[in-house]
């Protein structure tokens, strides 16, 4: 693995193809390569498997910059938080939601998935350390400490909405559509073997909880952010994507 990495540091060898990325090099070598490059957006996957983490699956898709983890909700925080209690389960409660266990992506983990995913892009917003537990009350404190201003849950959670529509502004004014907003098919089958032997996603059940997450966005069915959500947002005077 060593030498592999240090072929694609020097771009010599197999080292130069793989040094763009899997979706480059599945292009380049063509011949259905393309189903073997584990990307969203040309973002490869990280360790966290999407196939037991349907609210990070969902991260996965609609992320602007693709297959992040980060600004994401991992299931387990909240499947178990009564065996292992998690500063994030509350952070929901004074926003009206309520997670608890579940194996779904019904409506309400799609809308709690939204919050923490605010939460996340706030937090690099802030360039707060995503390892650090820091509740949205907490984060209301460090930011009035430091800047002298005195904000809310809602107004950060606003700032945060405004960022993710103006990044879905900014991807769709280049060309994405709901067709980027996908995992690789490979995660709707389950694997030959071990623990995943018998879990896949539901391509159905995914698209649904997409088409959702737009909703809750202010977006059309296209992902396309509305002419009344950016009027909302006070972002309606940045040039319009035709």
């Given at each position: 693995?060593?030498?592999?990495?240090?072929?694609?540091?020097?771009?010599?060898?197999?080292g130069d193809l793989?040094?763009?990325?899997?979706?480059?090099?599945?292009?380049?070598?063509?011949?259905?390569?393309?189903?073997?490059?584990?990307?969203?957006?040309?973002?490869?996957?990280?360790?966290?498997?999407?196939?037991?983490?349907?609210?990070?699956?969902?991260?996965?898709?609609?992320?602007?910059?693709?297959?992040?983890?980060?600004?994401?909700?991992?299931?387990?925080?909240?499947?178990?938080?009564?065996?292992?209690?998690?500063?994030?389960?509350?952070?929901?409660?004074?926003?009206?939601?309520?997670?608890?266990?579940?194996?779904?992506?019904?409506?309400?983990?799609?809308?709690?998935?939204?919050?923490?995913?605010?939460?996340?892009?706030?937090?690099?917003?802030?360039?707060?350390?995503?390892?650090?537990?820091?509740?949205?009350?907490?984060?209301?404190?460090?930011?009035?400490?430091?800047?002298?201003?005195?904000?809310?849950?809602?107004?950060?959670?606003?700032?945060?909405?405004?960022?993710?529509?103006?990044?879905?502004?900014?991807?769709?004014?280049?060309?994405?559509?709901?067709?980027?907003?996908?995992?690789?098919?490979?995660?709707?089958?389950?694997?030959?073997?071990?623990?995943?032997?018998?879990?896949?996603?539901?391509?159905?059940?995914?698209?649904?909880?997409?088409?959702?997450?737009?909703?809750?966005?202010?977006?059309?069915?296209?992902?396309?952010?509305m002419t009344e959500?950016?009027?909302?947002?006070?972002?309606?005077?940045?040039?319009?994507?035709?």
């Amino acid at each position: 693995m060593l030498q592999l990495i240090e072929l694609i540091a020097k771009r010599e060898k197999i080292g130069d193809l793989l040094a763009e990325g899997s979706a480059k090099a599945a292009e380049k070598i063509g011949k259905g390569a393309e189903k073997y490059a584990m990307h969203v957006k040309k973002l490869e996957l990280p360790m966290h498997e999407p196939r037991i983490n349907k609210a990070l699956s969902l991260g996965y898709m609609v992320n602007p910059h693709g297959a992040d983890h980060l600004d994401n909700m991992i299931d387990i925080f909240f499947n178990n938080f009564a065996q292992e209690p998690s500063v994030m389960v509350p952070d929901a409660v004074p926003l009206g939601l309520e997670p608890g266990p579940s194996k779904d992506i019904d409506p309400k983990r799609v809308a709690l998935f939204k919050i923490f995913q605010l939460k996340r892009i706030l937090h690099d917003s802030l360039v707060i350390c995503h390892l650090l537990p820091y509740s949205l009350s907490q984060t209301i404190e460090i930011t009035a400490k430091v800047t002298g201003w005195d904000t809310s849950v809602m107004e950060q959670c606003r700032i945060a909405e405004r960022i993710l529509t103006m990044c879905r502004m900014f991807n769709v004014r280049e060309g994405f559509s709901p067709l980027d907003d996908q995992l690789p098919l490979r995660f709707f089958e389950p694997t030959v073997n071990g623990p995943l032997a018998h879990h896949s996603l539901s391509f159905e059940e995914m698209e649904q909880a997409k088409r959702y997450y737009y909703h809750l966005m202010g977006w059309d069915e296209n992902g396309v952010p509305m002419t009344e959500k950016l009027e909302e947002l006070g972002i309606d005077q940045i040039t319009r994507i035709s």
